[in-house]
């Protein structure tokens, strides 16, 4: 996300040549209700760098979101924090000066006020050879000399054995990113204050890959968007939410609220962290409306222009390791939701079918769940669903 900076305060400068620079002081802008600071994790110009209007001047980290922080105006950049320092809401951080309008138009100097001075051609030298005197001609109004001039001496780099080499190239130190520190502290806290239990299942991915693969071209064709596997699994959540509403809910103080909307998170890795932008009111969206929501986060994700509301108010996360190679994992809770689904590799695995044993691609789920608010037996029914829902994915495309 880019954003320039509102509220930037001019000021004027001290008067040069008959010319007053105006100044304008670079502030952390408000990036959402709930952030007060951030940290400048990367200056994209330099100190003293002529910046022109809407180039990014440096990159705003929070604890929410990764912003780009773009130049009102042009002018001459000065750097008052540098990177790495956390910063607060409304803080000064750089000012930019406008360019001086007479620095071309400065007169030049007559050839009469220039001093003529005559520079003798230096020595050349070259190792081991020794220059030899050079004689200085005289001239008018001044006495003749002669100076030996003495190469200067070599500069001697000391060679140092490799036991003595610092250890710096063996590792490395840097404070942990914002988002980082953000995301570790959510998961401590879930792993602190919620009672979390895992429970796993299978499902068969037959029917679906047979479903995607008819289907593929003429929903290519009609939505402009190709059809994954998350829009079932998202709207297989949303059934199985209604079946099981206790895993709708969260746990406030000593009250259990209970949500009658559907808004689901889907995990997004970025190199900047997990991020869990939200589907707002999945139940009434289509598979189309679904793929590419998705397709916009994924983009806004990787460019760094996700929103702190695209990524409030789930109920419920999917996250998918299954991108990344995992066949098994126990997710951990998005406090304060009470539920999570784990989706995983698809693997050919043989299984028992009607009394024989056959090849089947095979996923495995797993749902982690808080069993303050959720018991077991709701858990692995909620489960059960999702599996019944993605082994028969037609019934899912019928009710869109």
Request: proline share 7%; aromatic share 4%.
């Amino acid at each position: 996300m880019r954003l320039l900076w509102p509220g930037l305060e001019s000021r004027p400068g001290r008067a040069m040549s008959g010319n007053k620079h105006m100044s304008l002081e670079i502030k952390i802008p408000a990036v959402g209700e709930s952030v007060t600071s951030g940290i400048i994790s990367e200056w994209r110009r330099k100190n003293g760098d002529t910046v022109a209007a809407g180039e990014v001047l440096f990159l705003l980290e929070t604890d929410k979101i990764s912003t780009e922080i773009s130049a009102e105006r042009g002018g001459v950049l000065e750097i008052r924090v540098k990177e790495g320092q956390e910063v607060k809401i409304g803080e000064v951080v750089g000012v930019l000066t406008d360019l001086p309008t007479n620095a071309a138009s400065a007169p030049a100097q007559k050839a009469d006020d220039v001093p003529t001075t005559k520079v003798q051609s230096p020595a050349l030298f070259r190792p081991g050879i020794q220059p030899a005197a050079l004689p200085v001609h005289p001239t008018t109004g001044t006495r003749a000399a002669s100076a030996e001039v003495k190469p200067p001496p070599l500069a001697v780099t000391p060679v140092v054995p490799p036991a003595q080499l610092p250890n710096t190239h063996r590792e490395t130190r840097r404070p942990m990113t914002s988002l980082r520190r953000k995301i570790a502290a959510q998961l401590v806290n879930a792993q602190q204050t919620a009672a979390i239990l895992t429970t796993f299942n299978e499902c068969d991915m037959s029917a679906i890959m047979a479903l995607r693969k008819e289907i593929q071209e003429d929903f290519t064709t009609r939505h402009g968007v190709k059809l994954g596997f998350m829009s079932f699994f998202v709207k297989a959540t949303v059934e199985a939410l209604r079946r099981v509403p206790q895993l709708n809910g969260r746990i406030e103080g000593e009250e259990l609220i209970e949500n009658h909307y559907y808004d689901i998170g889907v995990a997004v890795s970025t190199e900047r962290g997990l991020l869990v932008p939200v589907l707002r009111d999945a139940d009434k969206k289509s598979f189309a409306d679904i793929e590419r929501e998705l397709a916009d986060y994924a983009i806004k994700a990787r460019e760094g222009k996700i929103k702190i509301e695209d990524l409030q108010g789930g109920v419920f996360t999917i996250s998918n390791g299954g991108v990344f190679g995992s066949l098994l994992s126990t997710p951990i809770l998005n406090p304060p939701q009470s539920g999570i689904l784990g989706m995983h590799s698809i693997k050919e695995r043989p299984v028992a079918l009607h009394g024989e044993v056959v090849i089947r691609p095979m996923m495995y789920l797993a749902l982690s769940y808080d069993h303050r608010i959720v018991d077991g037996r709701e858990a692995v029914t909620f489960l059960v669903h999702i599996k019944n829902c993605i082994e028969q994915p037609a019934r899912l495309l019928l009710q869109t």
